[in-house]
């Protein structure tokens, strides 16, 4: 790699998740010590295994450049429907859901990747569009998103589904969609919600429900978010302290190292644990806006706003549902929640805006 091209790195970035992958390790180790059976810190080593991994992956897509990124579109498009297709048709079950192809011991999430591939190849498509004044265009970028966003709410996970959803928004926005387009997909969004709610599987209709009053069901499927809610709460101000929480530590609260590890950190840390992480956040996000607002051109702007929507979006939905603020949906929190899909694909998508970063500049010899 030219030298020239590390010497316009945005090293906050770099510096925002180093210290959210720290925080995640310690948070993580103290979530599961106390109920792993295989060893008070293997769940921790492993996260510290796909940070690791993930770095691998972000210097491969830094490497690139991002302008061939966007030419191998329409294959990376096809790929990413076509690796979908097989979870609906082979892929391994868990929870419910049918979201996962098993590679040796390692389960696979392809929806997590799919997020990152239609940054790419929906930054290639508004690239060519130009524009988005006609119904026409609108229609086309709807379509490139639906195929893939209809694949992974079939398997089913609504979550990230919606995540493709906010990304397109996200990106549209910065391509210049008229206020009043918006304002008319918001109308028909509104309208047609009773046919949203129909499609809906029960257990999903349950969660919405449970959202607006969880003591329909305490000990069901309102327990996570009065557990997680008892768990903050009980944090106060500066937390009980690590490996001191009551909530996480005797295993009231579930799923604690995955979708509710931000409750974990604001018993034990308290309110300036969350202030912190939510400082990092910002830090992370700020940063990557800057690099959005200097990239060399509107493509690498469109792929930085696509991966500053994923984030935001799954940030604000994760702490939201964490607090009860947000529908429980499933959202891990970046860089914070255990698993290798997400934390290996979150890595690629920094690298992705780190890449547009570094090239914001013609190298001049």
Do not use: C
Not at 288 to 309: E, N
């Amino acid at each position: 790699m030219n030298r020239k091209l590390l010497k316009n790195i945005e090293y906050p970035v770099l510096i925002a998740i180093v210290l959210l992958t720290i925080l995640s390790v310690v948070i993580i180790s103290s979530a599961t010590h106390a109920t792993s059976p295989e060893g008070s810190f293997r769940t921790a080593r492993m996260q510290v295994m796909w940070f690791l991994a993930g770095l691998v992956a972000m210097f491969f897509v830094i490497s690139i450049d991002y302008h061939s990124f966007a030419h191998w579109s329409n294959v990376i498009y096809v790929i990413n429907i076509l690796v979908l297709l097989l979870v609906l048709f082979s892929g391994e079950e868990g929870g419910g859901a049918q979201r996962w192809i098993g590679i040796g011991s390692f389960r696979l999430q392809p929806s997590e990747f799919a997020k990152l591939a239609l940054v790419i190849t929906l930054s290639r498509h508004l690239e060519k569009k130009k524009s988005l004044n006609t119904l026409q265009d609108l229609l086309t970028v709807f379509l490139h998103m639906a195929v893939p966003m209809m694949l992974i709410a079939r398997q089913p996970d609504l979550g990230t589904a919606l995540v493709l959803v906010a990304m397109t928004f996200g990106m549209m926005f910065i391509a210049g969609i008229s206020y009043k387009m918006l304002a008319g997909i918001i109308s028909a969004g509104i309208l047609s919600l009773p046919l949203f709610w129909q499609i809906l599987k029960p257990y999903q209709r349950d969660r919405i429900l449970v959202f607006f009053n969880p003591y329909l069901d305490p000990l069901g499927k309102g327990y996570h978010v009065i557990q997680s809610k008892i768990a903050i709460g009980s944090g106060k101000l500066f937390g009980k302290g690590l490996y001191q929480g009551t909530q996480s530590q005797l295993d009231f609260l579930p799923v604690k190292h995955t979708d509710f590890i931000f409750a974990v950190l604001g018993e034990e840390l308290g309110f300036v644990g969350g202030v912190i992480l939510i400082s990092l956040y910002f830090m992370l996000l700020y940063y990557s806006i800057r690099v959005a607002f200097k990239a060399r051109d509107l493509l690498g702007t469109y792929m930085v706003v696509g991966v500053i929507s994923m984030w935001a979006f799954q940030i604000l939905v994760n702490i939201g549902m964490n607090v009860g603020i947000m529908p429980v949906t499933g959202i891990p929190l970046p860089f914070m929640s255990y698993g290798g899909s997400s934390f290996i694909m979150n890595m690629m998508a920094a690298g992705l805006v780190l890449n547009v970063g570094m090239r914001r500049q013609k190298i001049l010899f």
